[in-house]
């Protein structure tokens, strides 16, 4: 055993921490279990609980492995361990219930013996007693083991969450207010060892990178899967807001962006960490942060598996009164045996993580003796006086109330006298020191208020790029197979737009990454963009000349913020089912965050009309959506204009263009011997001028974006050469036999072989889409090698 000595908290001159840990021998350490002392630390011995799917090869692999004694036998040999090190592992682990992995843990502090750790708070209103003396002991603990402890101000977080009437102004203030109080309640703040960092300022001025991380994450997982993260808010699955999902995968981001080797956050906040871990499996990125999850005090009363900050009386807050204290301890649920499940009658009907707040067995539940173990003792070397008696840990005092040699009233005099000493410096920060008096008034202000819902409308405004009333046309999902059918459905919603209105080609990279086109790719989705966007100058340069054509993320990065915060606002707006329509819960989350952002892109957009292809039922949807939106806020709404489409496919078939590459489609990679090729092969019944591909794809390309005449040629005795004009006449002549189909698709062949020639002469001509057609071919070759393993 060695001790190690660590300076009192500040503020609190009779809290020392003193470590005394046991150390074990070890071989291979990394690879080894790591059992600690149980008197130190609660969570070496926490069972492995990650839910995930790799129980493949390693699985196998691990059990195949020779495990490790616990004690080596004296003839074995064994590397040693620095004590040292040893002594700042057992540390941080007494500081959670629970670590996912321990051996990870070692094997990292031995690699980086300063490394970052982080936990998110959301200033939501005052802080109670875990949140500010229990987390001071913690992020000590840390900071003397070498960690740079990083809070994470969650202030566009708890907007997301409606807190303080979704003010951010005021969500601020209490932010502002929760540092005051660690800064009193003996948290270490000197030497940078602790550093603030505020979501909404961090996330804006690095919003190139931690944006395209987030909906990175976003693409990994299903809407089951962050449903059930949710619980890190206290809402229940059936009772989300659309933006609520957006907060575990932000949350997830977080982790990324801070490069935190170690998340220390409360048991509640458990699964949308295991997310992050399983993130890395997903994106294959090889070193996981550490979950290290402290424990949740129980609330004050019978059946309140955590405290309630909208409760009073659930907890004991940071600047509550000794007159506080006292009534809310003496009042206090403090059983001497396990009851039933009858008391959890009076549990929050809102606490949606009731059954994961705790991960260590507790049939008593009693939030006096919760408090004396985790309050009171949870500095090292602590003690704690009660009826006449001066206990040195907690197994004493909980032996002695349940045996009945220490009293209910003396147990609550002890602690209450315990409490009232941590909590003494805290009220006189708040009295004596001005700023901190004014910030608290604030936040006492804001609670009686209770003001309304704060409904301010902000907006992504890219005037400076776009002229406001235009019309916009949002280029269909990347592929790695684009069809002549999606340049056709473009140019047709493009030629609808008034005479008075700027058309507006919208392309949505950023959308498009979140719903995994292109295997989530960004270099293919910006391949296919260039492809899509030459190839429309190539088909149709009269009708691109008049359009101006916008990337999503170019216009986002002008002003991220407020994007960022209209995105949320629509996400506010609508209850998850609704943004969610069309789509199950087994289904990409990515679907509901692009469903948001096609709203804010819009608004932000501020266009008179926008075009979607008629018939398309997401189009719809998002059209509807749309509507309703535009009737809650301080804009004209647009004409959601459905813009009946060519059907230049050239076989009636369920499939989709972009999904196929074979006969039935022209692709815009064509070679012009496809030209002939693939219109041998289309459909053209005589007579049947309802559905015939060769007279649709004449009407696109010999009349509207070709000569503007279809050329037959025919001998003297089968009718001889016709110029055709009009679809009308085209289609009259077939369905009454005038035009046989072979004359037709002769004459659509030329057309065709024209086309694809100029597509193939664009491509060799300009360099940036002829490597961009490189590389949609490399990532459909590598998509189709994926897609044979599996």
């Known amino acids: 055993k060695a001790a190690i000595s660590i300076n009192a908290m500040p503020g609190h001159p009779n809290i020392g921490i003193v470590a005394t840990p046991s150390f074990c021998v070890f071989g291979d350490v990394g690879a080894s279990t790591v059992k600690a002392d149980t008197t130190t630390t609660k969570a070496a011995a926490a069972p492995k609980a990650i839910d995930d799917k790799k129980k493949g090869k390693k699985a196998k692999k691990a059990g195949n492995e020779k495990k490790a004694p616990a004690s080596a036998p004296a003839d074995t040999p064994t590397a040693p361990v620095d004590p040292a090190l040893m002594a700042k592992y057992e540390r941080i682990l007494s500081v959670g219930e629970e670590c996912q992995e321990p051996p990870e843990l070692l094997a990292m502090l031995q690699k980086k013996p300063a490394f970052n750790a982080y936990d998110g708070f959301e200033p939501s209103g005052r802080m109670h007693i875990a949140q500010g003396v229990f987390k001071a002991v913690n992020v000590n603990k840390l900071t003397s083991s070498g960690c740079t402890f990083i809070f994470w101000v969650a202030d566009w977080f708890a907007l997301m969450n409606d807190k303080m009437g979704g003010d951010l102004a005021k969500i601020k203030v209490v932010g502002e207010y929760l540092k005051e109080v660690w800064a009193a309640s003996g948290m270490d703040l000197t030497g940078n060892k602790v550093v603030f960092k505020w979501a909404s300022d961090e996330i804006t001025s690095n919003a190139d990178t931690y944006w395209p991380k987030m909906l990175d994450i976003a693409s990994k997982f299903n809407i089951t899967r962050v449903k059930k993260c949710c619980q890190i ?397 535009f009737a809650d806020i301080p804009l004209d709404a647009p004409a959601m204009t459905p813009v009946a489409v060519p059907n230049v496919c050239l076989a009636e078939t369920a499939g989709t263009a972009q999904a196929t590459e074979n006969s039935e489609y022209y692709l815009l990679d064509d070679p012009k011997v496809h030209g002939k090729l693939k219109m041998k092969k289309a459909f053209c019944e005589p007579g049947n001028a309802s559905f015939c591909p060769p007279i649709s794809i004449a009407s696109c390309f010999a009349l509207q974006y070709g000569s503007a005449a279809l050329s037959v040629k025919r001998t003297p005795e089968n009718g001889g050469d016709r110029d055709y004009t009009s679809s009308s006449s085209i289609s009259a002549d077939f369905a009454s036999g005038a035009l046989h189909p072979g004359d037709l698709k002769a004459a659509v062949t030329a057309v065709m072989v024209g086309v694809l020639g100029r597509l193939a002469e664009g491509t060799k001509k300009e360099a940036a889409w002829k490597k961009a057609g490189a590389c949609l071919k490399a990532a459909k070759k590598k998509s189709d090698k994926s897609a044979k393993k599996k």
Request: hydrophobic residues 40%; contains cysteine; aromatic residues 8%.
């Open 233 to 629: 808010m206290g809402r229940l699955e059936g009772n989300l807001s659309a933006a609520q999902v957006l907060y575990p995968l932000m949350q997830c981001t977080d982790v990324f962006f801070l490069k935190a080797d170690v998340c220390q956050l409360g048991v509640d906040q458990r699964k949308v960490n295991m997310l992050a871990r399983d993130y890395c499996d997903a994106a294959k990125i090889k070193f996981k942060p550490v979950i290290l999850s402290h424990h949740m005090l129980y609330g004050l009363k019978a059946g309140q598996e955590k405290m309630s900050k909208s409760d009073p009386d659930s907890a004991v807050f940071m600047e509550d009164t000794r007159e506080d204290v006292r009534r809310k301890i003496m009042n206090a649920y403090c059983p001497t045996k396990a009851e039933d499940d009858a008391a959890d009658a009076g549990a929050e009907v809102e606490d949606a993580g009731r059954e994961s707040m705790h991960l260590k067995g507790d049939g008593l539940k009693n939030p006096c003796l919760d408090y004396v173990e985790n309050i009171v003792f949870g500095p090292e070397g602590s003690t704690f006086e009660a009826g006449g008696k001066k206990y040195a840990d907690f197994a004493s005092v909980k032996a002695d109330f349940l045996s009945g040699a220490l009293a209910e009233n003396a147990l609550k005099e002890g602690l209450i006298d315990a409490l009232n000493l941590l909590l003494e410096p805290v009220r006189q920060h708040f009295t004596n020191n001005a700023v901190a008096k004014d910030l608290l008034a604030k936040v006492q202000q804001y609670k009686k208020e209770k003001a309304p819902l704060n409904k301010e409308f902000r907006r992504l405004d890219v005037s400076s790029l776009v002229p406001t009333g235009s019309h916009v046309v949002f280029c269909p999902a990347p592929n790695n197979n684009p069809s002549l059918q999606s340049a056709v459905d473009v140019l047709t919603q493009l030629s609808s737009a008034a005479s008075s209105a700027t058309p507006v080609l919208f392309l949505a990279d950023w959308s498009a990454k979140v719903l995994s086109c292109c295997d989530g790719d960004q270099k293919a989705i910006d391949a296919y963009y260039t492809v899509m966007e030459n190839s429309l100058k190539t088909l149709a340069p009269d009708v691109m000349k008049k359009v101006k054509v916008v990337k999503q993320s170019d216009a986002i990065l002008t002003d991220p913020s407020n994007y960022w915060i209209s995105v949320i606002n629509v996400g506010r707006h609508f209850n998850l089912n609704v943004v969610q329509e069309g789509h199950k819960d087994s289904d990409p989350v990515g679907y509901v965050i692009a469903r948001m952002m096609r709203v804010a892109d819009v608004v932000g957009l501020n266009a008179s009309a926008v075009a979607y292809k008629e018939g398309d039922a997401n189009g719809t949807i998002e059209a509807g959506i749309l509507d309703k939106y």
